[in-house]
């Protein structure tokens, strides 16, 4: 954990006041819901309150300071000078405290999650236990879980369940099961709708081990299709296809999404791609970089990203289709191992 | 919904952009990880993406904008004039990109909050039903479920089983089981440690129900206990009855937790409670009003409030009990029914 701190620290021209509780997490392998951390030159120190402090004290590396429940309130009063924060994060108004405390504060922007967006092997080992168990849960989902007259939301619970089962510490996130129409929208939750005969029903989701996430889509089918459903399962697969090969160290986020875009705009779905290709993730479901054509961000080796292409027909039904991938100098290796050919469940 | 933005409307001095996820689904019912609503005197703008626009038509009483992915980024560039914000919940930086982009920012402090903390009818109504999933996984828990010999994450997973079973959407938060001298950590996760006999086991959790959770304490016994636990499982009893005695509206969040204090500061266990009595709860598992020894708040009736005094020793053990209840003009409504007798399982 330590060299993480020391990397952080080639990064500042000031001390910095980390307040993200996963950044300080990142940093100090420290995980509590109130925290901070300030980096200096030549010392660490780690501020919590009495709930976490026994804890705290276990973090090698970093001096453990106990304060009031109100931590910020504290810092006020305590710290002084010129010091960094995080600007994207602190909200106005602990900002305007520190201020009033008299610190003279330099607003700073993502430099922890510069650093955490290019993951080491440990990271990217405890990633792929959690894309292992994500295949092996949509393994049994398909082969053992009954979809036809039940409720999404019943669906879900089996998602859960066997996460449990297969030795995740939990779901990364609440999943998505979204069948028919539901699945039109990309960010619907497991609702009481019955899952229906002929229907498409897109499943995101994904496993958190050990803190490390991963995050999975598949469109599975319920019965027999119609022509323009397996057309678009076609043209989403494409899609994804062109974003992976499109992926490498060097190429811009933009560059990336726009592979997969291109795919769907010359298609007869033109315009019903609405988010962008993906997203980083790690400790946290979204991270940096992002592949989107808002995206100012250029792929690293050690980057993990999601490609997640998808077609919505509002009121009718939706498909994505989401691996993980590690960006590689030449290339990705793509850990997801779950087919991607159009699934048939009962 | 709507009567809920109209009472907001009653509090400002210029229209409030409302950014708090939570407090957006308070006012409008709308539920999305990226969204805003401008409560101005004559209407309401719900503003939010491409993912959840189909989801926000639905919303009545508003008027609805779709916006590009950077909501912030869009707003700074569409809106102008003096405007409100959530100073405590706002980031610096998106503070600081609306200012440049011409609006007149105010900050403003908890008024949502402020109405969220008086629940309705129908929102204790809907917590009634949490409490009521929280009892029947409590009376299951100690009556179905082995707890000696198994590792405390082991029993946090069977929690989560019964929730469902019993009908919760979803665990209200991560259940804390702490074993032993875990449980002296008052907010560890549940871990590996496995459950010894002779043990005390602070159990921690609550259920989410219709979009309310509950907030339940008990700590469990694995067998004969010494003198001491017993003595300290006593005090912390008497001091939850004596906070629960001094709870109703006009009472100040600290007097009610002096009250408790009191009782375990005049015991052989002073000096071993290290946290506040208690706190609001509803849509969030913490919200206003909060009974501390730093609270500045009063209670009033419809608060919803946990009740939770405890005694940590650091490496040997931890007993909290806790409640939740509604605050009435002459006292409160306890709505949580499992026992508070020492409840011995195996």
Redesign the interface.
């Known amino acids: 954990m330590s060299s993480r701190i020391e990397r952080l620290r080639e990064l500042l021209e000031e001390p910095l006041l980390v307040t993200n509780l996963v950044n300080v997490l990142y940093l100090t392998g420290f995980?509590?819901?109130n925290a901070a951390l300030l980096v200096e030159p030549a010392r660490a120190r780690l501020f919590t309150d009495?709930?976490?402090i026994?804890?705290a004290r276990a973090v090698e590396g970093v001096e453990t300071v106990q304060t009031?429940?109100?931590l910020i309130g504290w810092l006020s009063e305590n710290l002084s000078g010129r010091i960094g924060?995080e600007?994207?994060?602190?909200?106005?108004?602990?900002?305007?405290q520190l201020r009033e405390g008299g610190i003279e504060l330099v607003?700073r922007?993502g430099l922890v999650e510069q650093l955490r967006a290019v993951k080491d092997e440990s990271e990217l080992d405890t990633f792929r236990r959690a894309c292992a168990i994500t295949d092996r849960m949509f393994e049994r989902l398909v082969s053992e879980v009954k979809f036809v007259g039940r409720r999404e939301r019943d669906v879900a619970?089996d998602i859960?369940?066997l996460y449990?089962e297969e030795g995740a510490d939990?779901p990364a996130f609440?999943a998505i099961v979204g069948s028919g129409p539901t699945g039109?929208?990309?960010?619907?939750?497991a609702g009481d709708k019955v899952i229906e005969p002929g229907e498409l029903v897109v499943i995101d989701t994904g496993a958190n081990v050990g803190g490390y996430v991963s995050d999975y889509t598949r469109t599975l089918a319920t019965g027999e299709l119609d022509g323009e459903m397996r057309e678009a399962y076609d043209v989403v697969l494409a899609a994804q296809q062109a974003g992976l090969e499109a992926i490498r160290a060097g190429v811009a986020g933009v560059e990336a999404d726009a592979a997969a875009r291109g795919v769907i705009e010359e298609s007869d779905f033109a315009g019903t791609f609405?988010?962008?290709l993906g997203h980083g993730l790690g400790l946290d479901v979204h991270e940096s970089p992002r592949l989107?054509t808002?995206s100012a961000d250029t792929l690293a080796a050690g980057n993990l990203v999601t490609v997640e292409p998808g077609v919505y027909l509002?009121g009718r039904f939706g498909i994505r289709i989401e691996d993980d991938v590690i960006v590689t100098e030449d290339g990705i290796e793509n850990p997801v191992r779950f087919t991607k050919e159009l699934v048939t469940v009962g």
Chains 1, 2 share one sequence.
């Open positions: 995980d509590s819901s009495f709930r976490y026994e804890s009031k429940r109100s924060f600007a994207d994060v602190l909200p106005w108004s602990f900002a305007e607003p922007h619970w859960t369940r449990h939990e609440e039109a929208r990309p960010h619907a939750r609405g988010h962008g989107s808002e509002e």
